[in-house]
């Protein structure tokens, strides 16, 4: 009986993986001992050559996920905004890159539209659609049906789950407060906006509370634990902060992190969290081809190692039967530039 499943599995995907439910992809990984394999980056200025979808590809990745700015658009010309994503997705190397990957994300400010753009930029469910193209997501997906971009997907790989819960940072965050200095931005007051709107906040309840997965990656195009910098992150809405903390505890959803972009650098920040047994990583991993060339450092509490400042993309290796996690920080020609792993309790 396995074996016809197995075979059928191979005649349907050559790359062996079989789409079940709406949001469930299987993986048949025929050597039971290699790491299931999970990368993904962001920025990624269509202008500027990205030379590294080869050493990407090194690392095998079934899953690559899109963290944001996958284009560089700023624009309200729905036709420019789709050239460009459709010059992206020319690049022959990515191309390649493609065939055999499960291919997931978000957006970001660039790609949605508008430079720290929220709620009121006014092409946003156009947007949304290219997006949705550029990703290759299926006409009949839910995503394509509401508003906002944030979905999830579940990859067995034998019989072991992993959760890949992709919020929207964008379609309904309301105002940011304006900074004072060479801060961009400031916390709102406590209880003030919103980051994921309503809809969006219910449904990440509800993907939180009801995984059995061994582990839940939570994909923000923003950050969520750096917090002094004043450009854009989570801590301008400082109770959605404390709102998605409460849920990762209350839900015992296990094994959870979170992956971001949008810094042009890219740095593990972790933190502890009351109730949590473990501490709660949030890995950031910007740009694909263009960097923040004038960082000097910056106040991080929860920083853990050096911030890398050169082109680079993130690696999520999962150890199912030690229930570890390997994350690594790479650039050219594949070169390992910060390491950090945890076990799970
Ligand atoms: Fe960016």
Redesign the pocket.
């Known amino acids: 009986m396995k074996k016809v499943l197995f075979l059928l599995t191979v005649a349907v995907f050559t790359n062996c993986k079989t789409q079940h439910a709406e949001n469930t992809i299987a993986i048949e990984n025929q050597n039971q001992n290699s790491l299931f394999t999970i990368a993904f980056g962001?920025?990624d200025?269509q202008k500027i050559k990205n030379e590294l979808w080869p050493a990407i590809d090194k690392n095998h990745p079934s899953v690559w996920i899109w963290g944001?700015?996958n284009v560089?658009s700023d624009t309200e010309d729905m036709k420019f905004l789709e050239n460009n994503y459709n010059f992206q997705k020319q690049d022959a190397d990515y191309l390649k890159f493609i065939k055999d990957k499960i291919i997931l994300g978000t957006w970001?400010?660039?790609d949605f539209g508008a430079n720290d753009g929220g709620e009121n930029y006014p092409f946003k469910r156009e947007s949304q659609q290219l997006l949705l193209d550029f990703l290759d997501t299926p006409k009949n997906a839910i995503e394509r049906k509401r508003d906002g971009v944030y979905n999830s997907k579940i990859i067995t790989v034998n019989k072991n789950k992993v959760k890949i819960i992709v919020l929207d940072t964008r379609f309904f965050r309301t105002g940011l407060t304006k900074g004072v200095g060479s801060k961009r931005f400031q916390p709102n007051k406590y209880g003030e906006g919103t980051m994921l709107g309503e809809a969006q906040w219910k449904w990440l309840e509800n993907e939180l509370n009801s995984s059995d997965a061994q582990f839940n990656v939570i994909v923000s195009s923003i950050q969520f634990l750096s917090n002094k910098h004043g450009f854009e992150a989570w801590a301008n809405f400082p109770h959605e902060i404390d709102k998605l903390e409460k849920i990762i505890v209350s839900s015992k959803a296990k094994g959870t992190f979170i992956i971001s972009?949008?810094?042009?650098i890219a740095t593990f920040s972790s933190k502890n969290i009351p109730g949590l047994s473990y501490p709660l990583v949030d890995f950031t991993s910007?740009?694909l081809t263009?960097i923040y060339k004038n960082f000097s450092g910056e106040e991080n509490l929860f920083v853990k190692g050096e911030v890398v400042k050169e082109i680079n993309f993130g690696v999520l290796k999962f150890d199912f039967k030690k229930n570890k996690v390997t994350m690594e920080i790479r650039g050219k020609e594949n070169k390992l530039l910060q390491e950090y792993a945890l076990i799970y309790p």
């Open positions: 962001s920025c200025n944001g700015d560089y970001d400010d660039h972009g949008d810094r042009h910007s740009g263009h």
